[in-house]
């Protein structure tokens, strides 16, 4: 089977390349199969490298995208040609080819790009990390207006089965009320929490206006998605963008 990718259905600029695997198309078995891109989730190393190749066939990129050491958290690396040492859940660049790209299994992807087409990011956005802001970071790290900017939401677990507790609603309510919305009650302190709608809402407090993708479930398409809330040990996605 050939690597599947996803690839953004937004008004980019013609040299902003992006897309999203999907478990199909690599050569790792069990939990892991078959496109795992993850090093770090206890699959054989032979095979993870193998995927990786396969990934950059289908995507027609020469060199490896920059993996981040993700930390549920809201550090912004800078790739410009320096080394990158420290843990990071979002990746921008400016560089030609040099592909920003997070990696996720039930966490929201998030894309970015300008108008212009000079700028591109990605962010790895758990409930952790956009109550740290993850996503307002990323904005601040393009230094560019907010309303220049794109973003797209890639594969991320559902609204109907990703159950929280009232530790999470309280971290979203308690920084603004209109996160209610995105929370539905569960029974017994449990609330089924809209991770896309919670995205939307600090996108656009942000002053990004322009938004797009979203209406996947990690969790509920076994046959397309890894995803960590339903099966614990398993692979992951990557999702990446660069300029050509």
């Known amino acids: ?21 999907t478990r199909r198309g690599g050569v790792s078995n069990g939990t892991y199969a078959s496109l795992n891109l993850g090093e770090h989730v206890g699959d054989d190393a032979k095979a993870v490298a193998e995927n990786r190749k396969r990934l950059l066939k289908a995507v027609t990129l020469k060199q490896q995208p920059f993996w981040l050491q993700q930390v549920h958290g809201a550090r912004v ?11 990071a859940d979002a990746a921008v660049s400016g560089m030609p080819r040099q592909a920003c790209a997070v ?54 677990i559902g609204p109907d089965v990703y159950e929280v507790g009232d530790e999470v609603r309280a971290a979203f309510v308690g920084r603004d009320v ?19 709608k919670l995205t939307r809402q600090r996108l656009s407090l942000a002053g990004v206006d322009h938004i797009y993708g979203g ?16 099966d614990g040990e398993c692979g992951r996605m990557a999702t990446l963008i660069w300029l050509e």
């Open 77 to 87: 690396a800078k790739l410009d040609g320096s080394p990158v040492c420290e843990p």
């Open 178 to 196: 209109r996160a209610e919305r995105a929370f539905r009650p569960h029974g017994d302190g449990k609330w089924l929490c809209d991770l896309y």
């Open 103 to 156: 990696m996720t299994a039930d966490c929201m992807p998030v894309l970015f790009c300008d108008r212009a087409g000079s700028l591109v990011a990605a962010a790895h956005a758990g409930w952790r990390g956009l109550a740290a802001g993850v996503l307002e970071a990323t904005i601040a790290a393009m230094q560019m207006p907010a309303g220049e900017m794109l973003a797209w939401l890639g594969p991320a």
């Open 215 to 230: 209406g996947y479930c990690t969790y509920t398409d076994k046959e397309r998605f890894f995803s960590y809330r339903r």
């Open 1 to 21: 089977m050939s690597v599947e990718l996803i690839r953004p259905d937004w008004p980019a600029p013609a040299n902003v390349r992006a897309a999203s695997s």
